[in-house]
């Protein structure tokens, strides 16, 4: 199994970023899966969160300015990041229960991708 992670990058304060998360090789389905950030000297921040049946749950500091997705049949989730602020910068990872056809239920991590927003 892959996760590939994508789509960061430098964005104007104000402006957006779509990030998606993807899983290949042995995969069955997708179940859960959460969007995590770690800004430079600060802890991981759960940012969002999406479960197998659709539901979403959100950090206050995003609320009302990121949502989370998935597509199913794709194996992929996505983060919409709306009016960003230079306080989101941090690099953002996936984090995603995968059914892989020959381990099971098992989590992976996504590689990491770096967001910036900056003037």
């Known amino acids: 199994v892959q996760l590939q992670a994508s789509g960061g990058g430098l964005a104007q304060p104000g402006g957006s970023l779509r990030l998606s998360c993807a899983a290949s090789?042995?995969?069955?389905?997708?179940?859960?899966v959460d969007w995590y950030r770690r800004a430079p000297g600060k802890q991981r921040e759960l940012v969002a969160a999406i479960t197998s049946g659709g539901s979403t749950n959100y950090a206050d500091s995003v609320k009302g300015r990121f949502t989370i997705s998935r597509d199913n049949a794709k194996n992929a989730a996505y983060l919409q990041m709306n009016s960003l602020k230079p306080e989101d910068t941090a690099a953002y990872y996936c984090?995603?229960?995968?059914?892989?056809?020959?381990?099971?239920?098992?989590?992976?991590w996504g590689q990491g991708t770096l967001v910036t927003v900056s003037s």
């Open positions: 090789g042995s995969v069955s389905s997708i179940g859960a």
């Open positions: 984090n995603v229960r995968i059914y892989d056809t020959s381990t099971g239920w098992e989590m992976y």
